[in-house]
Nanobody, 128 residues
Framework: QVQLAESGGGLVQAGASLRLSCTRS????????LAWFRQAPGKEREFVAS????????YYGDSVKGRFTISVDNAKSTVFLQMNSLQPEDTAVYYC?????????????????????WGQGTQVTVSS
């Protein structure tokens, strides 16, 4: 089985930054795309960012473009999400996910059905 563990969430004020990490462990797995999604209370899960493991492209949700950056450290099997200029509307549980295939397609990269494994989530709360 493949396990994903997120960390780095917390409570911050508007305008602050946070960096989330997600480390993969378990059985040997050739990861494809790596992604972050989020879900706020009472709302559907929302795509945040994705990238192929080889770093050949990056994809972002419209609400986070220019503020969030996804990156990967393959040696450590870890994907990061740098979040700058956080706003109260960014408050959500953030989930990392990994697919078994690499997709250079923004539409496929942003669909939660693309991803086979998910972490348990980490809470990010932004106060105004």
């Amino acid at each position: 089985q493949v396990q994903l563990a997120e960390s780095g969430g917390g409570l911050v004020q508007a305008g602050a930054s946070l960096r989330l990490s997600c480390t993969r462990s378990g059985r040997r797995f050739n990861a494809g795309n790596l992604a972050w999604f989020r879900q706020a209370p009472g709302k559907e899960r929302e795509f945040v960012a994705s990238m192929p493991r080889d770093g050949g492209a990056t994809y972002y949700g419209d609400s986070v473009k220019g503020r969030f950056t996804i990156s990967v450290d393959n040696a450590k099997s870890t994907v990061f999400l740098q979040m700058n200029s956080l706003q109260p509307e960014d408050t959500a549980v953030y989930y990392c996910a990994t697919a078994g295939t690499i997709y250079y397609d923004a539409q496929l990269a942003s669909r939660d059905q693309t991803y086979a494994y998910w972490g348990q989530g980490t809470q990010v709360t932004v106060s105004s």
